[in-house]
Nanobody, 127 residues
Framework: QVQLVESGGGLVQAGGSLRLSCAASGRNFSNVVMGWFRQAPGKERDFVAGISWSDSRTSYADSVKGRFTVSRDNAKNTVYLQMNSLKPEDTAVYYC????????????????????WGQGTQVTVSS
């Protein structure tokens, strides 16, 4: 059974940093795409960043480029989202997700392409 468990969320002041972790288990993740999405109250769940586990190709939403960095640790089966220069508009629940068929690499990081989701971790940025 695939499990994705996020951690690392919290409250931070604007301009600060947080690192989110997503521990993956239950299958071989060597050939999947991992994504980070976020959902603010009353809004859709939007793509933030993605990484191909096999070759570390990355992609980012325009709103986080230059501030967020996605990475993975094969030995720990964990994906990270380093978030710097945080803004109040980054406040949301952040979700880790896995795209087993890698469709997102070819067709874009659409929420429906992702097969497994974590429970989410709250990130709150105060002004």
């Amino acid at each position: 059974q695939v499990q994705l468990v996020e951690s690392g969320g919290g409250l931070v002041q604007a301009g600060g940093s947080l690192r989110l972790s997503c521990a993956a288990s239950g299958r071989n993740f060597s050939n999947v795409v991992m994504g980070w999405f976020r959902q603010a109250p009353g809004k859709e769940r939007d793509f933030v960043a993605g990484i191909s586990w096999s070759d570390s190709r990355t992609s980012y939403a325009d709103s986080v480029k230059g501030r967020f960095t996605v990475s993975r640790d094969n030995a720990k089966n964990t994906v990270y989202l380093q978030m710097n220069s945080l803004k109040p508009e980054d406040t949301a629940v952040y979700y880790c997700a896995a795209d087993i068929s890698r469709r997102s690499l070819f067709f874009g990081h659409i929420r429906g392409y992702y097969d497994y989701w974590g429970q989410g971790t709250q990130v709150t940025v105060s002004s």
